[in-house]
């Protein structure tokens, strides 16, 4: 079983930190990567971690993901709640995926509340910041790990 985790991240993910901290914090998503390699050396995993405002590349890296990896963590921003080729593309996947919102949102405007990508996903943080991406990573760990013993 592979120890490789994909961590994908939708449009405007590139601009974190920089506008609306009160939604989304203060860091980075370079800080994002940076905590993710941290955590993801503790738990023996390797990551390649993406960012992409184009639809596609999110779709191809899950392609490419289906040949090499264990598990997908995926923020997907906005496509989140419009994105049927995504979640056709998770289906394809056979390995766990995690799906990450930084912002709780539930708690947000209404067209938030749907995710497509959430009919595929073996588990959902949201509104726990960007701590989220190392909680998916903690999960995808132990799956791993569950399926490999
Ligand atoms: O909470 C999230 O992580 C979320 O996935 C992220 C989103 C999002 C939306 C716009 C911008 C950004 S990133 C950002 C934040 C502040 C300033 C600039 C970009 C994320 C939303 O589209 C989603 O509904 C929720």
């Excluded at 930084?102 to 938030?112: D, L, Q, T, W, Y």
Aim: hydrophobic content about 40%; charged content about 25%.
């Amino acid at each position: 079983m592979s120890r490789l985790v994909y961590v994908l991240n939708g449009p405007n993910l590139n601009l974190l930190g920089k506008r609306q901290p009160h939604i989304y914090g203060h860091e980075t998503l370079a800080d994002v990567e940076a905590e993710c390699r941290k955590v993801a050396e503790e738990l023996r995993l390797d990551i390649r971690f993406h960012q992409s405002n184009r639809e596609y590349e999110i779709i191809d890296w899950v392609h490419e993901a289906r040949e090499v990896a264990g598990g997908i963590a995926i923020n997907p921003a906005a496509f989140t709640h419009t994105s049927v080729a995504i979640l056709d593309a998770l289906n394809t996947f056979e390995g766990p995926v995690i799906e990450i919102h930084i912002s709780n949102v539930h708690k947000r405007e209404a067209f938030r509340h749907h995710s497509f990508v959430s009919t595929r996903a073996d588990g959902v943080i949201a509104g726990f910041g960007t701590q989220g991406y190392t909680l998916a990573l903690r999960r995808l760990a132990r799956l791993i790990d569950e399926k490999a013993s």
